[in-house]
């Protein structure tokens, strides 16, 4: 399963993540900390802002 990183909290120390199916329907939104996901693809624009896409490890 993979979601998207819509917030960080607390300086890294958790990240609310939106977890979607194939259709970009909602399953979840849960607050993990970082030892619980893995970065497997990042999104980066011009201005350098990067949108993490994680995944349970």
Not at 2 to 12: A, K, R, S
Request: charged letters at 20%; proline letters at 9%; hydrophobic letters at 40%.
């Amino acid at each position: 399963m993979q979601g998207t990183v819509l917030e960080v909290h607390g300086d890294g120390k958790a990240f609310e993540i939106e977890f979607s199916d194939e259709q970009g329907q909602t399953l979840s939104f849960l607050a993990l900390p970082p030892e619980q996901i893995v970065l497997v693809w990042r999104f980066k624009k011009n201005s350098g802002f990067q949108w993490p896409i994680v995944s349970p490890p």
